[in-house]
């Protein structure tokens, strides 16, 4: 398996000091979109992802806006100006999920700014959205996730560090649930092999530990043994490094999964998140308690848990359905 060179981590410059609001009647639209943009980041410590969307969405609404109702502060914007934009993704063919998540950043993008005295009302109080289509996370069945893993264990016994930390990489994964900017942010010393712990520092910038078991902890053993081979002038603390002795990216690990899928007969092409809802799955159809779940994954609502339950279920109806000679 052939392996490409990784690109380094970037670190994060230091946010600016937040500035006072300037007087809304000869702010720039982009300069509102900045502020917005330090606050998702240095207020909100929402993911680098998130934060990208939301300033995609926020300047799509304002060109809109200019070219389409000749809006040219974001003070001016009204409801019927937003309901328009809305309509307008809606006939272009966007999918509904677009259209609410576009919605949903308009509002958070216009509740700050009247929070925060940019705009004097909030014009979005009353819009709505559709609602987005529920669907179920596609998941591995615990038979191909065994097989996944297994691939990785054989691969890495061909003695090359990388095929030691890939196999760290799925293990750990699997086992802890953890999402991949998770993953790729650890440290050695976040990692507790004694204990079977991990820590780590969630969405919102919230710590949490997450257990797991004798299999990746002894994954995680055999790579920090190899791991020195890698390390580099500039590798710092990062646990997963990559030939160069940079830390892994979020890119890396994910053509990393869909590279080893491949060797699953039939198992569907699911990214690092995959495995995330696989370890929910599986912990829930084992007996695992929906609120130890929510606590392991690090969702702030058990809503957002409860999706799980409906992919156990899903699973239960089609084996009922394919076993049962009354179904």
Known sequence: MCHRDEVS???RAPEPAPEPAPD???LPDEAVVRDFERHLRSERGRSEHTTRAYLGDVRHLLAWAQESAGVQRVGELSLADLRAWLADL???GAARTTVARRAA???TFLRWATRT???PTDPSLRLTAPRRHRTLPGVLRAQEAAELLDVASVAADDDDPLHVRNRAVLELLYASGIRVGELVSL???DVDLREGLVRVLGKGAKERTVPFGVPAREAL???LGRRSEL???GSGPALFLGRRGRRVDARQVRELVHVLLRHVPDAPDLGPHGLRHSAATHLLEGGADLRMVQELLGHASLATTQIYTHVSVDRLRRSYEQAHPRA
């Open 231 to 233: 390390v580099r002038e």
């Open 90 to 92: 809606s006939r272009a």
């Open 24 to 26: 809304a009647s000869v």
């Open 105 to 107: 950043a308009a509002r």
């Open 221 to 223: 053993q055999a790579w």
């Open 187 to 189: 440290d050695v010393d």
């Open 9 to 11: 981590h970037p670190e």
């Open 117 to 119: 005295g940019r705009i």
